[in-house]
């Protein structure tokens, strides 16, 4: 893990890391569920990031000033406690705020609690680090979450229905079977081989490591 | 007790709403178990049971406590807590009482607690105004769709070893490529039963 120095890690290595070396997506294939299931268009996945992003920073921020007050034995049913409170809120905000997304996302926003990415970098980062460092760990995280699905959503949409957040751009009939649940799978299986073809050509060079 | 009904919601929880082909849930753990079909069954039997039980816990702590004390907003924190709480309990029970079942499926418990699909069958059925035996109901059939994925997943990925895959696609992406095959198949049961 990148905790060691804390000093010598500048903070945009913190955010790079989350956006490429471990993105939650692509890379960990961690939080896959609502990867899927939110980005038949641009704006649920839009959504859907934005909501992650604020849970992923909060969190860490709560965390890592808390992290000398809590009891190691007891540290996961804490976290928990804090995420789920956290879920809640933007739960509740987004219901308030755009009630028409909502209706279609609002199941995978309460199952924010479960994504195993979240409570994973509050324990391997959050509860040793400071405040500043967390929380730009959490904005990186959180931003390669976001960008994995906004990605997704926008391939989707785009040859799935040949619009981009519901603005009509291609004239010619659509692959509907890219907006459908299967297609889902195909577009994240696709784009997942092709972010590891091109992590595997530009950013590294050894093999693949899974 | 409406038999039919309790039939339709099994059903359709199983394979027309099968939670992993169309809701896309539990996806960490379905891609996880599946490379092998012992893991996959052995997940199966204790995913089913976890999943009752903690539906029917969730369902009475949601309508006798949380109804009465107005506090429907604290859902999600009050039920990640039973599910946690009802995994760690059965994990510490069954290592005292049943020492030969907790050594085979001991380790699928612990990772049950970090699938979004039991927690969102308490809150599908607190949403649906679900009466107690049809949370029961919503839960099994839940549970045997998701037994079905695995069952069916770990079939074909044990051929899969064998097959010749481009490069990029090893491993996962060519896992979600099939899980697209399998799902665009269950899209044919999407007519079977309107609830």
């Known amino acids: 893990m990148s905790a060691a120095t804390e000093e010598q890690v500048s903070y945009w290595e913190l955010i790079r890391n989350g956006i490429l070396k471990e993105n939650t997506i692509f890379r960990l294939a961690l939080s896959l569920c609502p990867a899927i299931a939110v980005t038949n268009n641009l704006k649920n996945g839009f959504f859907m990031g934005v909501a992650v992003v604020v849970v992923q920073v909060m969190v860490n921020l709560t965390i890592s000033a808390m992290r000398n007050f809590i009891h190691p034995r007891i540290r996961l049913p804490i976290f928990m406690l804090v995420i789920s409170g956290w879920v809640t809120i933007v739960n509740l905000v987004m219901d308030a705020a755009v009630p028409d997304v909502y209706k279609d996302v609002g199941l995978y926003i309460q199952l924010i609690v479960a994504f195993a990415s979240i409570l994973a970098r509050a324990e391997m980062f959050a509860s040793k680090n400071t405040v500043v460092p967390s929380v730009f760990d959490g904005i990186g995280m959180g931003t390669g979450f976001f960008i994995a699905l906004m990605i997704i959503s926008f391939f989707r949409e785009v040859v799935g229905k040949g619009q981009v957040w519901g603005i009509p751009i291609i004239d010619a009939k659509p692959l509907l079977i890219l907006i459908l649940p299967a297609g889902g799978f195909f577009a994240v299986g696709i784009l997942m081989a092709a972010f590891n073809w091109m992590y595997a050509k530009y950013f590294s060079s050894g093999g693949q490591s899974h | ?195």
């Open chain 2, 1 to 195: 007790m409406d038999f039919g009904k309790l039939f339709e919601l099994v059903v359709s929880s199983s394979l027309v709403n099968n939670y992993v082909f169309t809701m896309f849930l539990g996806l960490c753990i379905f891609f996880g178990v599946t490379k092998k079909m012992e893991t996959a069954i052995g997940m199966s039997i204790t995913f089913t049971t976890v999943m009752m039980i903690s539906a029917a816990l969730s369902w009475i702590v949601y309508k006798f406590i949380m109804v009465p004390l107005n506090i429907e907003f604290l859902l999600i924190i009050v039920f990640i807590g039973i599910v946690a709480g009802l995994v760690q309990g059965s994990d510490t029970v069954m290592r005292k009482v049943t020492p030969d079942l907790y050594n085979k499926l001991g380790i699928y418990l612990a990772l049950i607690s970090t699938n979004c699909i039991i927690l969102a069958v308490p809150l599908q059925s607190v949403g649906n105004k679900y009466n107690f035996i049809e949370t029961i109901a919503f839960a099994f059939g839940s549970g045997l769709g998701f037994s079905l994925a695995m069952i069916i997943m770990a079939s074909i990925r044990e051929k899969l070893e064998l097959a010749d895959v481009p490069v990029p696609f090893r491993g996962l992406p060519m896992a979600f490529v099939i899980t697209g095959l399998i799902a665009l198949a269950f899209t044919g049961f999407s007519g079977l039963i309107t609830l």
